[in-house]
């Protein structure tokens, strides 16, 4: 079987962690990396996450701190502590902040930037920033320099941006792609979609895998079938 270049993580977007474990155990050894997002955490807290890590499974929480950077430093110490492989920050919260969480994470856990959410389009950010004209592209590669500076693992942008911040900083990013849609899959609440092997052309290290395997009829069947079109 040919290697698969990125790793792809399935995102747990789910209410309960009943429905989370059923996913894990039924795709049991075709994906051993797992995306723990705000609805589940807030939903049954840190214990799912000794329960990944006890079935032989890697962690990204993906909580997306911004806050002052004492209050983020000590939020991602305790992620760290966890065995989370994985966590984000946002990076428009500044250098401080990310150097703050950088340093707090240590060796033990890579801190990822969250650039520009995938699901926000120019419009929206100009709305946001409260200026016209405003490109998420621009904004991205932007934030990617700030992330860098501050010694990031890596950063979190859309697969339309990947290829040029891999031009620009090589490996010194890691990029984590989300947004992955496959050929004929609805956009949902996205705005900025690419398919697995755009994603893995662009340059990406990780991809996380939402609907398109959480939502299928036959989610190991579904997995498999991304494994093949990243191979």
């Known amino acids: 079987m040919a290697v698969v270049t990125a790793i792809p993580i399935v995102a747990l977007d789910f209410p309960d ?9 039924t795709l049991d050894e075709k994906c051993r990396f797992y995306k723990v997002g705000s ?37 991602v110490r305790r992620v760290a502590e966890m065995g989370v492989r994985l966590t984000t920050v946002h990076a428009s919260g500044g250098s401080g902040m990310l150097e703050a969480a950088v340093e707090a994470a240590g060796a033990r856990c890579g801190v990822l930037a969250v650039t520009i959410l995938t699901s926000i389009d120019d419009a929206t950010l100009g709305e946001a920033w409260g200026r016209p004209g405003v490109e998420a592209r621009a904004e991205v590669l932007r934030l990617s320099d700030m992330a860098r500076a501050a010694g990031a693992h890596g950063i979190v942008c859309s697969g339309q941006e990947a290829g040029e911040v891999r031009a620009r900083h090589g490996d010194a990013l890691k990029l984590l792609v989300p947004g992955i849609r496959l050929p004929g899959d609805p956009a949902g609440d996205q705005a900025r979609v690419v398919t697995p092997e755009a994603a893995v ?27 093949e079109r990243l191979a």
């Open 17 to 25: 962690s009943q429905r989370a474990m059923t996913l894990v155990q």
């Open 39 to 75: 609805e589940l955490f807030t939903a049954v807290g840190p214990d799912v996450i000794q329960w990944l890590r006890d079935f032989g499974c890697d962690v990204f929480l993906d909580l997306k701190f911004h806050d002052i950077p004492n209050t983020v430093a000590g939020a």
């Open 201 to 227: 052309a662009a340059g990406a290290t990780y991809l996380v895998l939402g609907r398109a395997v959480t939502e299928a009829k036959d989610s190991r069947g579904a997995m498999e079938a991304v494994l």
